[in-house]
């Protein structure tokens, strides 16, 4: 388990990430909204206000994922998914939702609208080389594996 310092920005009425099962990969961000509700028409996009700022530890950063009920339901997805909040941002985390759905979609002051999910992230020092060394896959991109 990783300590993560929380941080809220607009006071008891930020709503602090929360693990909804015991089990649960991912806290549910809530929307924190000064005007009570925003509403996404379909094909449309906005920065929805979460209220919360992190620290993370030095070697982790946090992805913003979508909900999959938002998904199914309504069509309502992450624009940039999964986001990441990287460990020296030390700003409000902003969730980039979209309404992919055929109707309007309202987003209310404390909604559930995203998952929060903590990963160890490993840095890379890339040394550039003049060939790859083979692999049994080569070159064979997108769809080359099959169904």
């Not at 809220?8 to 693990?19: E, F």
């Not at 903590?118 to 080359?144: I, K, T, Y």
């Amino acid at each position: 388990m990783v300590r993560v310092s929380v941080k809220r920005l607009r006071g008891k009425r930020s709503t602090l990430p929360s693990y909804m099962t015991p089990l649960s990969a991912g806290m549910d961000l809530c929307a924190s909204l000064e005007g009570g509700e925003v509403t996404l028409d379909p094909g449309g996009w906005r920065l929805i206000p979460t209220g919360i700022a992190i620290a993370l530890p030095e070697g982790y950063e946090a992805q913003i994922r979508p909900r999959s009920g938002l998904a199914l339901k309504h069509g309502v997805t992450l624009l940039n998914s999964p986001g990441t909040v990287d460990a020296d941002y030390r700003g409000e985390i902003g969730i980039i939702m979209i309404n992919l759905g055929h109707e309007p979609f309202v987003i209310r002051d404390g909604d559930r609208i995203a998952q929060l999910v903590f990963h160890q992230a490993c840095r890379a020092e890339l040394q550039e080389v003049d060939e790859l060394p083979p692999s049994s896959r080569g070159e064979g991109g997108f769809g080359h594996t099959g169904m």
